[in-house]
């Protein structure tokens, strides 16, 4: 079965993301950024250019990271596809460059796509040990196949997955939702552009923070209102959180006042 026509849709924001089971902080210099299956082939499915995605892509290049790039051959050996073709067909036969919006530079590596998980028949793991990182920054197409089980595949090798959900997109916006849900839940770490970009503070440190503010432990869902913590400490901690450089407010954290709401906000900040 050939892959459906899709309608362009907003992609996740900060606001839709799911709740993460991990915190880990994301560490550039232990970064390498795979711009997965950004093909000319795969996006002409989309009804017209899908631009908010080639944004978010272009804006995680701007990272500063090393690059790897997937990219399936065109056109394919029947033998070497597998059982691909009894899923989606023969595969791709033409237009398989990638969008100039979001094209390699000169001299980074285009990997050649064999199934799901870009680790597959390529050296993809052993050019990130040779380089010393064990992140995995993942943006493009599409979520619930390729993206999902590549994050699956770096788990497994101990290599932290961070799926950037306005950098990918899927056959639509549900089919996006429970592959992020599925990576936050088992695998992976789920963010955004923006939470990228800004310093990071992970949820051990807002735990510690808040609880240097209270006379007892509370749960990271509880109400810290309930708990105690009354307006004049939540500007002390507004105050020390804008310090490392981090744009949050008062009524920003009032939205969901939990440690894991607080959480949510800053990382996002």
Known sequence: MPIPRIAPY?????????????????????????????????LDFYDGEFTSLYEGVARLRKLGIPAVYTAQTAPQDPVSRGLLTDMWGPGIADRAEIVAAVAPAAGEPVLEKHRYSAFVRSD????????????????????HIGILHTALDAFARDIKPFVVADATADFGREQHDRALSLVASTCGR??????????????????????ALLDEPVDDDESLIDAGLDSIRVMT??????????????????????IEGFHRVLVNA
């Open 190 to 211: 789920v963010v955004t552009v923006a939470g990228l970009s800004s310093p990071g503070i992970t949820l051990a440190e807002v735990r510690a923070e808040v609880a």
């Open 237 to 258: 901690l507004v105050e020390s959180w804008k310090a490392r450089g981090l744009s949050v407010g008062f009524a920003d954290l009032a939205e969901d006042p939990t």
């Open 10 to 42: 907003p992609l996740p924001g900060a606001d839709s993301l799911p709740p993460n089971r991990v915190d880990w902080r994301f560490v550039p210099e232990r970064a390498v950024l795979l711009v997965h299956d950004m093909q000319r082939y795969f």
């Open 124 to 143: 993809l793991a052993e050019r990130m040990a040779a380089m010393g990182r064990d992140q995995l920054v993942l943006c493009g197409v599409y979520a």
